[in-house]
C-alpha cells in the first residue's frame, strides 16, 4: 500500500574518480533540498499566532485560543515521534514532500472557509491535522542529515540546516502584512498567502532532495570523510523498530535527559513566540504592522544565534554539546526579564530583547535535535528526534499554549514570566547532568 515511500535501493558503486565531485555536487543539492524544505513547514506553521488578537476582539479568550494553539502541539509531538519512526523506513525525498503538500492544503482551506472561525472544534481539529503532517518534516531532514553528512561536521552542518525554521518563521509574518496590503487588510491572509507558497515550494524540494549516498552510486559518509568515530558497517546496519525503540532510545539515559530539557528549552522558545502578538497588542500597545515585525525579528535573530552555537559546540567545545547550550540559557533568562520589567512605551527595549531571545533560544532547540543525532546509530535518527521533540512538543509547546494562555487570563501576564524564567532554569539544571557524558573523537 505504501510502496512509494520505501527507500530507494543501493545503485552499482560509481567508479572512485567520480566519487569526490558526485558527493560534493549531491551533498550541495540535498541540502539546499532539506532548507528550502524545512523553511516552507514554517510557512504554514505558525500562522495561527499571528490572529490571536483579531479572535480576541471576536470574543474569544486567551484560554480557548490557547486550546487551539495546543491542538497542533499535541498532534506535532505526535507525529514527530510516530512518523520519526515511519521516516526511519522511508525515502526522505517523498516523506518530505507528502508532509509540506498536505498541511499547504490545510492552511488554505482554512484561510478560506469563514464559518471555521466561529467553532472552536473546527478550529481545534484544523490545527490538530496540521500538527500531524508538520510531523513529516523534521524525522526527513534528520535522516537525510545523518546519511549525508558525517558525526565529526554534523554540529556545524545542522546549525545551518536549523536556522531554516527561523528563515521560514520569519517569511512568515513578513507574506502576512504584505497579504494584509493585497487583499484588503484580510487577517486570514496570514494562511492563505504562505500556504501559496508553500505548495510552490513542494515542487522546488522533491526535485532537489535525494534519498541515501548509496542510492546514487556512493560509499557511505563515513568513508568519504574518513570519520572514525564508528564502524560503518555497524551504522549502516538496517534496524528494526523493536530494535530502534528499545535498544537505542528507550534505554538511553542520555536521550531521556535531553528530552525532558527540551521540553523547558520549548514551553520558553513558544511561551515567548506564540504569545508575542498577543502580549505586546496588549501590554505594550503595538498594533498588527509592529507585532508582525516583531515575530519576524524574533526568527530572524535565531539565524546568527543558531551558526554560532552550533560552530562553538564543534570547535570550542569539541562536540560536547551542554557547556554551549547551558550559556546560551543563563542569556535567556537575562533577556526574558528584560522583555517583561520594561515598561509600556519603549519599544525599542522590547525589539532588542526579543532579538536577544530569538538569538539565543534557538542554539539549544537546534543543539538537542544534534545531541539526538549523535547518540544514536543514523538508522534510528528520526526516532531519536522524533522521541526528543515529543518531549518538546507535548511538554513544552503544549504548556506554551495552554498553561501560558491560562495563567495570563487568570493571573496576569506577570505570572507567565516567572514560569518562563523557572523553566530556563529547570532546563540549565538538566543539562548540566549530561556534562559528564564522554564523546567519542571522530
Not at 514554517?42 to 483579531?54: A, G
Request: contains cysteine; glycine residues 10%; positive net charge.
Amino acid at each position: 500500500m505504501f510502496e512509494f515511500l520505501k527507500p530507494i535501493p543501493h545503485a552499482e558503486p560509481l567508479p572512485n574518480e567520480q566519487v569526490d565531485a558526485t558527493y560534493k555536487k549531491l551533498r550541495l543539492k540535498v541540502f539546499a533540498g532539506i532548507f528550502l524544505g524545512y523553511a516552507s513547514y514554517y510557512l504554514v506553521r505558525k500562522n495561527f499566532s499571528l490572529i490571536k488578537p483579531d479572535l480576541i476582539e471576536m470574543g474569544w479568550d486567551k484560554a480557548d485560543l490557547g486550546l487551539v494553539g495546543a491542538a497542533l502541539s499535541i498532534a506535532y509531538g505526535l507525529s514527530k515521534f510516530v512518523m520519526g519512526n515511519v521516516s526511519d523506513r522511508s525515502n526522505p525525498k517523498v516523506f518530505l514532500a507528502l508532509g509540506l503538500m498536505g498541511s499547504s492544503l490545510v492552511m488554505l482551506y482554512w484561510g478560506f472557509s469563514d464559518w471555521v472561525f466561529a467553532s472552536l472544534t473546527a478550529m481545534v481539529v484544523l490545527n490538530f491535522l496540521n500538527g500531524w503532517l508538520q510531523g513529516m518534516g523534521w524525522p526527513a531532514c534528520g535522516r537525510t542529515l545523518s546519511h549525508w553528512f558525517s558525526l565529526k561536521e554534523r554540529g556545524t552542518v545542522v546549525s545551518f540546516w536549523n536556522v531554516a525554521h527561523n528563515v521560514g518563521g520569519a517569511l512568515m509574518p513578513i507574506l502576512f502584512v504584505w497579504g494584509l496590503s493585497l487583499f484588503s487588510n484580510d487577517f486570514k491572509a496570514a494562511f492563505y498567502f504562505p500556504a501559496i507558497v508553500s505548495v510552490v515550494m513542494v515542487f522546488v524540494v522533491y526535485k532537489l532532495m535525494e534519498d541515501t549516498p548509496q542510492s546514487k552510486g556512493l560509499p557511505p559518509v563515513e568513508v568519504y570523510k574518513n570519520d572514525k568515530a564508528g564502524a560503518v558497517g555497524q551504522l549502516e546496519k538496517e534496524l528494526s523498530s523493536k530494535e530502534i525503540f528499545l535498544q537505542y532510545v528507550l534505554n538511553n539515559k542520555w536521550i531521556w535527559l535531553i528530552a525532558f530539557a527540551n521540553a523547558f528549552i520549548y514551553l520558553i522558545r513558544y511561551g515567548v513566540l506564540d504569545w508575542a502578538p498577543t502580549y505586546l497588542s496588549e501590554v505594550k500597545g503595538f498594533d498588527k504592522t509592529a507585532y508582525s515585525w516583531a515575530f519576524a525579528n524574533y526568527e530572524l535573530a535565531g539565524i546568527p544565534g543558531t551558526i554560532l552555537c552550533g560552530y562553538l559546540s564543534d570547535k570550542w567545545s569539541r562536540g560536547h554539546r551542554a557547556p554551549i547550550t547551558i550559556i546560551y540559557m543563563v542569556l535567556v533568562m537575562v533577556f526574558t526579564f528584560i522583555y517583561w520589567k520594561n515598561p509600556a512605551g519603549n519599544p525599542t527595549v522590547d525589539l532588542i530583547a526579543l532579538f536577544a531571545i530569538g538569538f539565543l533560544i534557538y542554539g539549544p532547540v537546534m543543539i538537542i535535535g544534534a545531541f539526538a543525532l549523535d547518540l544514536v546509530p543514523k538508522k534510528a535518527a528520526g526516532t531519536a528526534a522524533g522521541f526528543t521533540g515529543l518531549f518538546g512538543y507535548l511538554g513544552g509547546a503544549l504548556s506554551a499554549e495552554l498553561i501560558i494562555g491560562a495563567v495570563a487570563d487568570h493571573f496576569g501576564w506577570d505570572a507567565c514570566f516567572i514560569l518562563l524564567i523557572i523553566s530556563s532554569a529547570l532546563a540549565i539544571g538538566i543539562m548540566a547532568l549530561t556534562l559528564k557524558r564522554k564523546v567519542v573523537e571522530a
